[in-house]
């Protein structure tokens, strides 16, 4: 008999209004296969309060066709899918993806909504269902919504489901052709990079969705307008997939997964054209060169954990409005995701608590920075550490540069190293980057508007992103600590 972590309530409800109902409480998280959950859990990563497991609702589970529509529940497992005689109709490599996902016993447990509620930047189910154009259909309280996939995955580990929102079903619309095929990591089965390509009946077009390249599900737009342009394979001769669209990490460079990208693509349209996928012969020198050189971003040390990154983010204000909004403790406590206080304990010197929820991961850390070697308004030297508990720390240090372009825009340059020990380390790169990324965009988007209120109130949030599209990936995951 298993014994219950202290404070932690468990529920089983069987039906889809309970389930609802339960995940309305203070720290309540759903679980449906709890593949990811479970695993989060024992490493003591996950403070949620209330675990509502969605295994007995049966009406969740139902795979069923409507009209010439398949829609799958959100509870059926990939076991349950992959010997579907429904979904073998449809669409036979539904199926196939289905069986390639880890072992059996994941595929007995683990369920296509649990997979998509998660996001993982390595997941199969994410890429099928963005090339599908699958549509999404949730369930919060009474109000129910369909949900485009297009708008569905906001990045890692990042969707568009509110708190307490559940996955009910997918739905797929009728498909010309589906095609897909990871390269996998042997120990995981998760994908360094997949490919899911799809044309649909009615309009003909062609959808190329990627998984593995560690910033969550994208679409390759480029290769899908040649793709419904022409159907064949020397319609992707002159694309390369850009490098900088990847991250590096211990088992796979930037450049190697882009040059998968283009391998797997090529092989997805000749398994169903039955045409020769091989590369075309490359003469330009450039591409011999880089053939053997590593991807140039940031590289990962997963045995120490370690982590260098430098870059540059261009903001809307004057060198002076930057300076000091940057270093403002109330401005900085507004802008930052999940603060719960931050503080400035020492002329210089800063205490931070912020609370995070990424993924099956929900933690709260405590952060301490100091600054020294301040050139105002140009430059200054930051070091901080942080401690999440139980689950690592981490500390580092970093450069930050400003530079006036105009009385209206100045462009900060930073560099920074840091060291991340614990569980956090040993969890993996993906998820250091997912932090860093959910954080810093989220950062910036609110820490530019705070700039722009300052002026006459006009600047667009669509300009803000636009400006912010590149923000400082880890500049403040590194500012605070690991999550």
């Known amino acids: 008999m298993s014994v219950l972590p202290a404070g932690l309530r468990y529920e089983r409800p069987s039906d889809l209004a309970a389930a609802l109902l339960f995940l309305k409480c203070d720290g309540a998280i759903a679980m449906a296969g709890g593949q990811s959950l479970l695993a989060a859990m024992k490493l003591g990563m996950n403070e949620s309060r209330c675990l509502v497991d969605l295994q007995a609702i049966e009406s969740l589970r139902e795979i069923r066709m409507q009209g010439d529509r398949l829609q799958v529940g959100a509870m059926a497992s990939h076991a349950a899918i992959a010997s579907s005689a429904l979904v073998k109709t449809f669409a036979p490599s539904l199926c196939a993806l289905a069986h390639g996902i880890a072992d059996q016993q994941v595929r007995n447990m683990g369920t296509i909504g649990g997979s998509l509620a998660n996001n993982d930047p390595a997941a199969c189910w994410p890429a099928a269902v963005l090339a599908c154009g699958a549509m999404i259909h949730t369930q919060l309280g009474a109000q129910q919504r369909s949900i485009p996939a297009a708008d569905f995955f906001r990045g890692l580990y990042t969707t568009a489901l509110q708190p307490g929102e559940l996955i009910t079903a997918v739905e797929f619309s009728p498909l010309e052709h589906f095609e897909y095929i990871k390269f996998e990591q042997p120990a995981s089965r998760f994908a360094l ?126 060198l002076d409005e930057v300076w000091r909004k940057l270093l403002d403790p109330v401005i900085l406590s507004q802008c930052i995701l999940g603060c719960v206080s931050f503080e400035q304990s020492m002329p210089n010197q800063y205490v931070a608590t912020v609370k995070v929820g990424l993924g099956p991961v929900s933690a709260r850390f405590k952060a301490q920075l100091a600054l020294s070697d301040l050139q105002p308004p140009q430059s200054c030297r930051m070091q901080f550490s942080g401690s999440a508990g139980a689950l690592g720390s981490g500390e580092g240090a970093a450069r930050v540069r400003l530079t006036s372009l105009s009385d209206e825009k100045t462009l900060l340059q930073w560099q920074a190293q840091t060291h991340v020990t614990g569980k956090l380390a040993q969890f993996g790169s993906r998820l250091i980057y997912a932090s860093a990324n959910k954080l810093s965009e989220d950062f910036f988007t609110k820490f530019a508007l705070q700039l722009a209120q300052e002026k006459d109130g006009q600047t667009s949030k669509l300009e803000l992103q636009r400006w912010l599209w590149h923000a400082l990936k880890s500049f403040f995951q590194r500012l605070f600590g690991a999550p």
């Open 193 to 318: 990079v997949g490919v899911a390509l799809a044309q649909h009946v009615l309009s003909k077009q062609v959808s190329l969705a990627i998984t593995g390249l560690g910033s969550g599900v994208v679409v390759w737009k480029e290769a899908s307008q040649a793709l419904s342009s022409r159907w064949a394979v020397a319609s992707l001769d002159d694309l390369r997939f850009p490098e900088n669209d990847a991250l590096a990490d211990l088992h796979a460079s930037a450049l190697y997964r882009a040059h998968l990208v283009s391998v797997l693509t090529r092989r997805c349209v000749a398994q169903i054209s039955k045409e020769n996928p091989a590369l075309p012969v490359i003469k330009h020198a450039k591409y011999a060169i880089k053939s053997v050189v590593y991807g140039s971003l940031p590289t990962l040390n997963e045995e120490q954990g370690g982590l260098q990154m430098q870059g540059e983010q261009v903001l809307p204000g004057s």
